[in-house]
C-alpha cells in the first residue's frame, strides 16, 4: 500500500459526459501527478500539482482539467468523454517537487467511455 | 526533451535464471532514472532509482542496475528469477530544471513472465 488512495477505482460512462477523479497524496506529501496509461499510449504524464499550485503540463487535452485543494487532495476533471479517454489513471505523490524524489503511485481509476 | 527506450516488449525466463530488462535513455541534462514494477490490477511500486550517487543502484526484491553513462544505459538485473517476479517494469526519466521537478518519462514496459 502506497498511501495514495483513489477513487473510484472503475468508473464506466458514456461519450460526451463529464467525470470527477479524485486522489488524496500520501501524508505530507505536497507534489501531486496524474498520469494516463493506455495501451496504445503507454503511460503519459498529464499534469503536476505543488502545494496547490499547477507545476507542470504534459500530454494533457484541453477537455481535461485538474487542481489542487487546500487540503492537498486533487480532482482530475474529464468532459467530452471519447471513446479514446478509455484508460487507466494513477495519480502519484511525493514529498517535494525535486526530480529524484520518488514518487508514490496509487492504484488507479480505470475510466471505460461507451 | 528526454526519452526511454525499452528494448523487448516481453521477456521470458525459467524459474532460477537470470533476468536483465534493458533501458537506454536519452537526456541532454544528468538524469534521474528509476525503474518501476507493475503488478496486474495495481498501481507502480519504486523498485530503485538513480540519483548520481553510486552507479550500481540496488533495490527491492533482490533487482539492481547499473547507470553507464558512455552507454546511456540503466539496464535492470536480478541473479535469480522467482515466480513472484512477473510482472511489468518501467525505466523512466526525470531531469532538473531550475531545481523543479518535472514529469517522469516512462518507456513503453517489459512484460516479464517466468516459466516453472
Known amino acids: 500500500d502506497s498511501g495514495v488512495t483513489q477513487t473510484p477505482k472503475h468508473l464506466i460512462t458514456a461519450t460526451g459526459q463529464r467525470v470527477t477523479l479524485r486522489c488524496s497524496p500520501r501524508?505530507?506529501?505536497?507534489?501531486v501527478y496524474w498520469y494516463q496509461q493506455s495501451l496504445d499510449q503507454g503511460l503519459q504524464f498529464l499534469i503536476q500539482?505543488?502545494?496547490?499550485?499547477?507545476?507542470a503540463k504534459g500530454n494533457i487535452l484541453e477537455r481535461f482539467s485538474a487542481q489542487q485543494f487546500p487540503d492537498l487532495h486533487s480532482e482530475l476533471n474529464l468532459s467530452s468523454l471519447e471513446l479514446g479517454d478509455s484508460a487507466l489513471y494513477f495519480c502519484a505523490s511525493s514529498a517535494l517537487a525535486l526530480s529524484y524524489n520518488e514518487q508514490f503511485f496509487g492504484p488507479g481509476t480505470r475510466l471505460t467511455v461507451l | 526533451a528526454q526519452s526511454v527506450t525499452q528494448l523487448g516488449s516481453h521477456v521470458s525466463v525459467s524459474e532460477g535464471a537470470l533476468v536483465l530488462l534493458r533501458c537506454n535513455y536519452s537526456?541532454?541534462?544528468?538524469?534521474?532514472l528509476f525503474w518501476y514494477v507493475q503488478y496486474p490490477n495495481q498501481g507502480l511500486q519504486l523498485l530503485l532509482k538513480y540519483t548520481s550517487a553510486a552507479t550500481l543502484v540496488k533495490g527491492i526484491n533482490g533487482f539492481e542496475a547499473e547507470f553507464k553513462k558512455s552507454e546511456t544505459s540503466f539496464h535492470l538485473t536480478k541473479p535469480s528469477a522467482h515466480m513472484s517476479d512477473a510482472a511489468e517494469y518501467f525505466c523512466a526519466v526525470s531531469v532538473s530544471r531550475g531545481g523543479s521537478n518535472y514529469k517522469l518519462t516512462f518507456g513503453k514496459g517489459t512484460l516479464l513472465t517466468v516459466n516453472p
Open positions: 537526456s541532454s541534462v544528468p538524469p534521474y
Open positions: 501524508s505530507g506529501d505536497l507534489s
Open positions: 500539482y505543488y502545494n496547490g499550485e499547477e507545476r
